[in-house]
């Protein structure tokens, strides 16, 4: 269990990497636009959440990088439209599944090379925090 802090941050390779990057960067700059407190938390809570997931259901493979982190941060973009009722949150929404809707088929079991399960534990994980601020549970900005 030592290993879900640490495994968004490596990785299989430069295009491992550079594949998580750049939907990292434009999704994780959307979560930011409430502020660097909200990002922080939602990315603690989709880490340690996810990784849980992938602890509980992963086979036994090596499980490794920030896709996870980025199908949390859709997953809590996404549900933040619905569960805030805000224009704004609506309108980031549809535009995260116009752009990034077909990362969804990522958290099936298609190839066995690619860790499903970490990106189905982190998209759960993030409909899971925007569910839980929308009810007051973890500390939101108003």
Do not use: C
């Amino acid at each position: 269990m030592i290993g879900i802090p640490i495994a968004p941050f490596l990785h299989g390779g430069l295009g491992h990497i550079i594949s998580n990057t750049i939907p990292f960067l434009i999704l994780g700059s959307l979560v930011s636009l409430r502020g660097s407190t909200r990002w922080i938390g939602v990315s603690l809570v989709i880490v340690l959440f996810g990784g849980l997931g992938v602890w509980l259901i992963g086979r036994p493979a090596v499980h490794v990088g920030a896709s996870g982190l980025v199908f949390g941060y859709f997953g809590y973009l996404v549900a933040s439209g619905w569960y805030d009722r805000k224009i704004s949150s609506a309108l980031i929404s549809i535009a995260v599944i116009i752009f990034y809707g077909g990362m969804l088929f990522g958290a099936l079991p298609t190839k066995g090379f690619i860790s499903w399960e970490a990106h189905l534990s982190g998209l759960i994980s993030g409909i899971l925090v925007a569910r839980l601020m929308r009810q007051g549970k973890v500390n939101r900005k108003k």
